[in-house]
């Protein structure tokens, strides 16, 4: 019998042709799971069509789009038990990325018929949902930057330009951060609070590594003074990310906790699994092992060997008895 899913489709998200990435996707899953199929329009958000599937009581439901879709529909289902299937087809696919999803259509179809699971934590912020991310300060003026237009036109490049444009406004602004045993106060030009986050966040990357199912909040400072300096800082980020190590610069903090409450001097903007939605001050909590989301098999391992494409390769294969006995 076959399996059913409520699919949740952005027909404006990406770059692609809608109408094709639809197809395709009909045709690797419908052949193996019922399909009911719902656009997401200006009036109806992906929100509320997943919240309406979970109140139906369907078996699976899959969203399509970039992470604003696919993150508004995963709120809905937090809590719910109902396993959570991500066709990524947005500018930065970062959702996906930080579950280690394939971002290709076909790829990412093939995860969800495979029916594997990890469940996840979420986060509330501020009463909105959160998958991923919340920016506080410069990611999220960057990210109001960075219209629909330009990421429909340069892609994630779209970010890259906003963000350099808005080092010319840089400014810092003072912070307090509690937590349930401290109260920090510093000054910052960015503070990130991650619940997931692929390597490309990078304001989000000073701990070792951003853990998706520990219960836990990470959340990164970046403090520094100067425009270099805050170029030098976002490259540190990136190269200690990408080695698997802690930042080490002193304009730079981290720490990790389940709830985290945040006020500046003066208010910043707040901006949630890429929309903003609001200003400081805000209160971010973990809602631990609450979202089930299809991941690649944890039974495919990594290529351990590779000789194919080796000029003058020969290979001979040996057989047990010509190994000489210890």
């Known amino acids: 019998m076959n399996r059913s899913a409520c699919l949740i489709f952005n027909p404006v998200a990406g770059q692609g042709n809608s109408e094709q990435d639809l197809a395709m996707i ?9 399909l009911d199929i719902q656009l997401t329009t200006e009036e109806i958000g992906a929100d509320k069509l997943a919240h309406e599937a979970v109140k139906r009581g369907v078996d699976t439901i899959i969203a399509s789009g970039g992470d604003g879709t696919l993150s508004a529909a995963a709120a809905a289902v937090v809590g719910s038990d109902i396993p959570f299937g991500i066709i990524s087809r947005g500018t930065a696919n970062a959702f996906a990325t930080a579950l280690g999803i394939p971002d290709t259509i076909d790829a990412a179809c093939k995860v969800i018929l495979q029916g594997v699971t990890r469940t996840v934590d979420a986060a509330n912020c501020n009463s ?7 920016g506080i300060g410069f990611e999220a003026e960057t990210v109001e930057r960075a219209d629909r237009e330009a990421k429909n036109r340069l892609g994630v490049l779209a970010y890259i330009l906003a963000g350099l444009q808005e080092l010319r406004n840089l400014q810092s602004f003072d912070v307090e951060i509690e937590t349930e045993e401290k109260i920090i106060k510093t000054s910052a030009v960015a503070v990130t609070v991650a619940n997931a986050a692929p390597p490309s966040s990078i304001l989000a990357q000073g701990p070792a590594g951003i853990i998706v199912d520990d219960g836990l909040l990470d959340l990164t400072i970046v403090a520094p003074t100067t425009r270099a300096g805050a170029i030098a800082a976002a490259f ?5 990310a990408s ?3 802690g930042a080490e610069r ?4 981290y720490l990790r906790a ?13 901006v949630v699994d890429g929309e903003i939605v609001g200003t400081t001050p805000v209160e971010i909590r ?5 979202l089930k989301v299809f991941v690649p098999s944890i039974e495919e391992e990594e290529p351990v060997e590779k000789l194919e494409g080796l000029p003058n390769l020969i290979v001979e294969e040996k057989h047990p008895e010509d190994f000489p006995p210890e």
């Open 128 to 134: 909105f949902p959160m998958v991923l991310l919340a």
């Open 243 to 245: 080695a698997g190590n």
């Open 26 to 34: 009909r045709a690797i899953l419908e052949p193996e799971i019922n």
């Open 286 to 290: 973990c809602i631990p092992a609450s």
């Open 250 to 253: 002193n304009d730079i903090g």
């Open 258 to 270: 389940k709830q985290f409450k945040i006020t500046t001097d003066p208010p910043q903007k707040i």
């Open 236 to 240: 540190h980020l990136f190269q200690t």
